[in-house]
């Protein structure tokens, strides 16, 4: 759920004007289909800022959050909620300026229950450009907030998996397996590789050249997956473009 904001270049104050606020379009547009959600948590991850344009003409502020929703008037009741950031996240160089930035990533969690069925659901994305940090974060999840008896639910963007080309890849999924989280995917679609990633940065791509499956949903305890697709190439923009650059990944699952 990014947000998008700028500001005068050489003002050395944060930039404030919004541009694009993505969580705001998103509300909007689910409540004008006749299905409306309401903001169970957010969580702030990674602010960035820097100037951009050509040349340099404008300071570009991008931040980016974790969000969970929950169907507005829906069965699905939340009794609490809890959000943080990794302790460990890739800290990069800055060759232009010396210093360095940081890619900060979390998670967020609701406790909830449907009619007298109580559970836990987590949402995160793990860090995509350094394998050893991604296994400390996935540790970190089950250390936090996986660290619960009864009902699982882990869903996001894990930027890992059981058959990405380079094992160091499959590290952190296989660290959330040691931690008894079941992958959904392939219980429910065998020999289906189920990829959802990823259609280009210009989200111009073929719309058959995904080619990773990173996207997971996963639990623990009594949850069983129920059906599962993944979707995302009904529709593109005039100009071509598909909506993002991965597919969606959409689950049904059964308290038991």
């Known amino acids: 759920m990014a947000l998008w904001r700028t500001g005068r270049m050489g003002d050395p104050a944060p930039a404030t004007e919004v541009r694009y606020d993505y969580l705001a379009l998103l509300m909007a547009e ?9 903001v169970a948590v957010v969580q702030d991850e990674a602010d960035l800022e820097a100037p951009a344009g050509a040349p340099y003409n404008v300071d570009v502020r991008l931040t980016m959050r974790d969000v969970v929703l929950v169907r507005h008037g829906g069965r699905v009741k939340v009794t609490d909620t809890s959000s943080g950031n990794f302790v460990q996240n890739l ?7 010396g210093g360095t930035a940081t890619s900060t990533r979390g998670w967020t969690a609701v406790d909830a229950v449907l009619g007298n069925r109580a559970f836990r659901f987590v949402n995160t994305h793990l860090e995509a450009f350094h394998p050893g940090v991604r296994v400390l974060q996935a540790q970190e999840l089950l250390r936090g907030p996986l660290n619960v008896p009864g009902r699982v639910i882990l869903v996001g963007d894990l930027n890992t ?11 952190a999924y296989f660290t959330l397996v040691a931690g008894g989280l079941v992958d959904t995917w392939p219980i429910l679609h065998p020999g289906d590789p189920g990829y959802t990633a990823g259609l280009g940065d210009d989200l111009t791509e073929p719309a058959d050249d995904v080619e990773h499956r990173i996207d997971m949903v996963m639990v623990r305890g009594a949850v069983a997956p129920v059906a599962s697709e993944v979707f995302g190439t009904e529709r593109q923009t005039p100009d071509g473009r598909w909506a993002s650059d991965h597919l969606g990944h959409q689950a049904v699952l059964a308290l038991r």
């Open 91 to 97: 800290v990069f160089p800055l060759p232009a300026t």
């Open 30 to 38: 689910l409540a004008g289909s006749g299905h409306p959600y309401d």
């Open 161 to 171: 998996g059981p058959e990405l080309p380079d094992p160091n890849n499959r590290l």
